[in-house]
């Protein structure tokens, strides 16, 4: 294959037919791994007789016509763009700024441009490229796409080892604000070890086995009816998806999450109509990092910072607060 942009087209045969999909085209082409060909057909560039497989287990059939296509290759660097910054603090060494909903932290496969990476290149220049690694420079933690909220981003690498060390020590004082189904007790915690799902790789789970240590501590702020809770929730500990995850296996699922909310909840039926509608269609979790506090890698001085939720949490939270009877 001398032009990785070709697609690679397999036909399936006597040869090759009850083989798995990307053990028959790894060894088909010859040239790149199995488990870059398993990524590429869960991120949807395989089709099989013209229509998308996403499963690389699937059986490769006899008289099947398999095609695979290759995205064009990530730049070395990611690019520097024009984007605004919505910035509460800046100084030589760091930033802290609210990112919005639909931002994301960081380029990778889909999101190439238009990232939180992008925007910071595009606002701090040349000097700010390597800070932590080209691909993610100045990036000490992160939000999920759909989640708003405030981040601190480190500019030199003084501020990076620091803000990194205190980051895996938990050193941090984070307070998220959530709007969940159900009624929630005044306070709690939530603890189970988090790994990936097996049966979706999208989502994460509560495991039994391996997985990471993982503990959410909440606290009840306002309830809306008998349907929805906002809560403030602090991590013990930092796992992927960790609040959406743990407060939808003990059965208080974020509102709007696309992952982990996968039926319409029974509170549901405790909301007006208009209500209702308003909280079923909300079109991201109703998630918000809202307090960030810690200390300067370089002055010492403890730094705090408070952002409320943006106006489409605010204005489903007044929406629910209006709902009558």
């Known amino acids: 294959m001398s032009d990785p942009e070709t697609p690679f087209r397999l036909i399936g045969d006597s040869s090759n037919a009850g083989t798995r999909v990307d053990r028959a085209l790894a060894d088909a082409i010859g040239t790149i791994s ?26 490769l059939r006899e008289g099947m016509t398999l095609v695979l296509s290759f995205p064009p290759p990530l730049p070395a660097r990611p690019i520097a763009e024009n984007i605004p910054l919505d910035i509460l ?3 030589k060494d760091l930033i802290v700024l609210d990112k919005p909903a639909g931002l994301v932290t960081h380029p990778a496969p889909g999101n190439e441009s238009g990232t939180l990476v992008n925007a910071l290149l595009g606002h701090c220049g040349d000097g700010f490229e390597g800070i932590g690694g080209e691909k993610r420079p100045g990036i000490v933690h992160r939000l999920d796409k759909d989640t708003s909220g405030l981040m601190v981003v480190a500019k030199t690498a003084l501020a990076h080892n620091a803000l990194s060390d205190a980051f895996a020590a938990r050193d941090i004082d984070r307070a998220y604000n959530a709007l969940a189904w159900g009624i ?29 240590p993982a503990l959410t501590r909440f606290k009840l702020l306002e309830t809306f009816q008998t349907s929805v809770s906002l809560i403030e929730c602090r991590l013990a500990t930092g796992r992927t998806h960790q609040i959406r995850v743990h407060l ?3 059965g208080y699922p ?21 209500a209702r509608e308003a909280a079923l269609d909300f079109p991201r979790q109703a998630l918000h990092a809202r ?20 106006s489409d949490f605010q204005d489903l939270k007044k929406l629910l607060i209006g709902t009558t009877f």
Request: glycine fraction near 10%; charged fraction near 35%.
């Open 89 to 91: 603090y800046e100084d």
């Open 34 to 59: 199995r488990s870059r060909v398993k990524t590429l057909i869960e991120e949807g560039h395989l089709t099989g007789n013209d229509k998308t497989l996403k499963e690389p287990s699937e059986t």
């Open 248 to 250: 939808s296996q003990a």
């Open 291 to 310: 307090r960030l506090g810690f200390t300067h890698p370089r002055t010492k001085e403890v730094l705090s910072f408070e952002k409320d939720p943006p």
């Open 184 to 212: 929630l007790p005044p306070s709690g915690e939530f603890e189970g070890a988090i790994g990936r799902d097996k049966k979706d790789r999208k989502r994460m789970t509560v495991v039994k086995t391996g997985g990471k």
């Open 254 to 274: 974020l509102v709007g999450d696309p992952v982990y909310l996968r039926r319409i909840p029974a509170a549901a039926r405790g909301l007006t109509k208009e």
